[in-house]
């Protein structure tokens, strides 16, 4: 079988444009946000980066019922709404007596 340069550049040529197709499928996928009862979801990743804690004081938070989670498929999520609430409860500076009255 004998492909002459013009066909074989033609078929690269469509190889490359669904290459192209994927690659924008996949990227649209991970712009796309969890959502659960029209409320964001966030993965592991997002809340060890947006709190700056580390994968086993997260294990941590969730073993102890601190921060509640979803399992679906496998897979970790958080709502957003439910981490802005652990977050006012976990790391609000309480005002010292000396301060408060005076």
Do not use: C
Not at 13 to 34: S, V
Not at 70 to 81: A, E, N, R, V, W
């Amino acid at each position: 079988m004998n492909v002459d340069r013009i066909e074989f550049m033609a078929w690269m040529e469509r190889i490359m444009e669904r290459f192209d197709i994927l690659m924008e499928l996949i990227n649209g996928d991970k712009n796309q946000l969890a959502i659960i009862d029209g409320e964001e979801l966030l993965d592991n990743q997002d809340i060890l980066q947006m709190l700056k804690i580390s994968a086993r004081s997260l294990q941590r938070y969730r073993s102890s019922g601190k921060l509640p989670y979803y399992t679906i498929s496998g897979k970790i999520y958080y709502k957003l709404s439910d981490v802005h609430q652990f977050v006012r409860e976990s790391f609000t500076v309480p005002m010292s007596k000396g301060k408060a009255n005076g």
